[in-house]
């Protein structure tokens, strides 16, 4: 607070402020001290201006590609990585920060999805990556998964 807040608006204090004030300041403006809660991350996709984007631009574009016999391959991929933040923060109305991820180790897992096969079960893959692991997943990787299993 002494090397941001107060700077801001212009405050000196001389011998600084006790973590009591600090935590009274925080709750009279709306912050409460609490665990993380685990959940999901929307993306967005719901937002008026994808929704629009999607209907005026994307799907047009992808009827008009049909008639050229297209297959959509769609990626879906999730990477698990440990958080070594702290158990609780101070949180303003709800609004719970995405964690930063650990640093190090972790796990990739890459599933595809063919508009004229279905889910392919056999093409998923896992990987560790990290140093001295599997390495990182990379759109070569992609490339051979789908093709291994599209034949």
């Not at 002494?2 to 009591?20: C, D, M, Q, T």
Request: proline share 2%.
């Amino acid at each position: 607070m002494e090397l941001e807040l107060f700077p801001r608006i212009h405050l000196k204090v001389g011998r600084g402020v006790s973590l009591r004030t600090a935590r009274r300041w925080l709750r009279h403006e709306g912050f409460h001290y609490s665990s993380h809660k685990k959940g999901l991350y929307y993306d967005g996709h719901d937002r008026p201006d994808v929704v629009g984007y999607r209907q005026e631009v994307f799907l047009p574009t992808l009827k008009a590609c049909v008639e050229r016999r297209l297959v959509i391959v769609a990626h879906d991929e999730m990477t698990v990585q440990s958080n070594d933040t702290r158990e609780k923060e101070w949180v303003f109305e709800d609004e719970y920060r995405l964690r930063k991820k650990g640093v190090g180790r972790g796990i990739h897992r890459s599933d595809v999805i063919c508009s004229t096969c279905g889910h392919l079960v056999d093409a998923g893959e896992s990987l560790e990556y990290g140093k001295n692991y599997d390495g990182y997943w990379t759109g070569e990787r992609f490339c051979k998964q789908v093709s291994q299993h599209m034949k």
